[in-house]
């Protein structure tokens, strides 16, 4: 279930809901009980990390101390083929 922000017209009071549904119907104030709240557009942030994020599939680290080097991974990342 989504967490919604809400900002009531009557005393500005805004705040958050948990709505069984988008449809559902607005709640009222918990600061004063009106029934005129609306609700908020509001902004999220994500991160999805890929199997390797953090470099390309031939990215090989210099200065790893053999002479083949190793992936910038460790090659545990499975974006090698290993």
């Known amino acids: ?3 919604y922000e ?5 005393c500005g009071h ?3 809901h948990l709505a069984r549904s988008y449809s559902a119907p ?3 104030c918990p600061k004063c009980n009106s029934e005129k709240t609306k ?5 999220f942030s994500s991160h999805t990390a890929t199997a390797c994020d953090h470099c390309s599939s031939g990215d090989i680290c210099a200065g ?5 080097g190793h ?11 290993h």
Do not use: N, W
């Not at 809400?6 to 009557?10: L, S």
């Not at 790893?64 to 083949?68: D, F, L, N, V």
């Open 14 to 16: 805004a705040f958050e």
């Open 71 to 81: 992936h910038c991974c460790g090659a545990g990342c499975g974006c090698h083929g």
């Open 39 to 43: 609700k908020q557009f509001s902004t």
């Open 1 to 3: 279930m989504p967490i």
């Open 26 to 28: 607005a709640p009222v």
């Open 6 to 10: 809400y900002i009531c017209d009557d």
């Open 64 to 68: 790893s101390g053999s002479s083949g």
